[in-house]
């Protein structure tokens, strides 16, 4: 019991000692003369970031290629505007890595594919009598967000992660032959093996610019996905064709931050100071 006696008292007097070193973190005090030798001895550490919030909209242009198989000789088909909106979540993981987050959002986006025509003959290849097929997609996504800062401005951006979307609309462009044919009538229609899911692997890299509470996001992203644009055997069950998105995109995005990248928020630096007051009342 008495052992339990001496404990107690010698906690208590730990804990108010560690409590007063964390203040002391937080708050410091100068001396009463500050000069040039006491300014030489501090030593000032750099600044981790922030866990905080970011949350913006971006828009850019779409460069839909596609995998094909049997394969084809494919172009840039070229589609805009493509936008979208995400939050960002910093968070510094396992405490020691400050440059990890997670971005989830929304956008609309497109798929599809143009056929290449041969330099000599003129020839290209059609699907269902379309060389060029544009498919308007919203979509979701979820990634993992990985930055670098460089200086106090400037920082670069990695990220990687899936999405997934419903294909909404379908345009196809036909060759003139067939133009007349029953081709025509799924011009911008959907046939029963489209499918019309999809879903897949999308990330990017980027260059930030901070301008507090403002970021100014510059990246290009790459989605390929893993869900074909039509049943595989939908010509004929012995013999398998597919064709899989594979897209680029270069987006400019505006993001704002909602809690500081840097130092305390208003709620946060009320807290401490009441904490303050009470200690020093205390004493």
Same mark, same amino acid.
């Given at each position: 019991?008495?052992?339990?006696?001496?404990?107690?008292?010698?906690?208590?007097?730990?804990?108010? &000692?560690?409590?007063?070193?964390?203040?002391?973190?937080? /708050? /410091?005090?100068?001396?009463?003369?500050?000069?040039?030798?006491?300014?030489?001895?501090?030593?000032?550490?750099?600044?981790?970031?922030?866990?905080?919030?970011?949350?913006?909209?971006?828009? +850019?242009?779409?460069?839909?290629? +596609?995998?094909?198989?049997?394969?084809?000789?494919?172009?840039?088909?070229? =589609?805009?505007?493509?936008?979208?909106?995400?939050?960002?979540?910093?968070?510094?993981?396992? +405490?020691?890595?400050?440059?990890?987050?997670?971005? /989830?959002?929304?956008?609309?986006?497109?798929?599809?594919?143009?056929?290449?025509?041969?330099?000599?003959?003129?020839?290209? &290849?059609?699907?269902?009598?379309?060389?060029?097929?544009?498919?308007?997609?919203?979509?979701?996504?979820?990634?993992?967000?990985?930055?670098?800062?460089? &200086?106090?401005?400037?920082?670069?951006?990695?990220?990687?992660?899936?999405?997934?979307?419903?294909?909404?609309?379908?345009? !196809?462009?036909?060759?003139?032959?067939?133009?007349?044919?029953?081709? &025509? =009538?799924?011009?911008?229609?959907?046939?029963?093996?489209?499918?019309?899911?999809?879903?897949?692997?999308?990330?990017?890299? +980027?260059?930030?610019?901070?301008?507090?509470?403002?970021?100014?996001?510059?990246?290009?992203?790459?989605?390929?996905?893993?869900?074909? /644009?039509?049943?595989?055997?939908?010509?004929?069950?012995?013999?398998?064709?597919?064709?899989?998105?594979?897209?680029?995109?270069?987006?400019?995005?505006?993001?704002?931050?909602?809690?500081?990248?840097?130092?305390?928020? !208003?709620? =946060?630096?009320?807290?401490?100071?009441?904490?303050?007051?009470?200690?020093?009342?205390?004493?």
């Amino acid at each position: 019991m008495r052992k339990l006696l001496l404990i107690v008292p010698a906690l208590f007097v730990w804990v108010s &000692a560690q409590a007063q070193i964390d203040l002391d973190k937080e /708050f /410091f005090s100068l001396p009463e003369e500050v000069t040039g030798e006491y300014l030489d001895s501090m030593k000032i550490q750099s600044v981790k970031p922030n866990d905080y919030w970011a949350v913006g909209v971006w828009c +850019g242009a779409s460069l839909q290629y +596609g995998y094909f198989n049997p394969p084809r000789s494919v172009r840039w088909n070229v =589609q805009y505007p493509v936008y979208g909106f995400s939050f960002i979540r910093h968070f510094t993981m396992f +405490g020691i890595f400050p440059n990890m987050g997670l971005e /989830f959002g929304a956008q609309q986006n497109y798929e599809g594919y143009e056929f290449k025509a041969n330099k000599e003959t003129g020839n290209r &290849a059609t699907e269902s009598g379309a060389y060029k097929v544009n498919i308007k997609v919203p979509e979701v996504f979820f990634l993992t967000h990985f930055h670098i800062d460089m &200086a106090d401005r400037f920082k670069i951006l990695a990220k990687i992660g899936l999405y997934g979307g419903y294909r909404q609309s379908i345009e !196809r462009v036909l060759e003139s032959y067939y133009e007349q044919s029953s081709y &025509a =009538q799924y011009v911008n229609e959907f046939r029963d093996y489209d499918k019309r899911w999809t879903y897949g692997v999308q990330g990017g890299l +980027g260059l930030g610019l901070m301008l507090d509470p403002f970021e100014f996001h510059l990246s290009v992203q790459v989605k390929w996905g893993w869900e074909s /644009f039509w049943k595989p055997d939908y010509a004929s069950p012995y013999y398998y064709r597919f064709a899989y998105p594979l897209d680029l995109a270069p987006t400019f995005g505006i993001y704002y931050q909602l809690s500081p990248r840097h130092g305390h928020t !208003r709620s =946060q630096l009320k807290k401490m100071a009441k904490e303050i007051v009470n200690y020093r009342s205390a004493e």
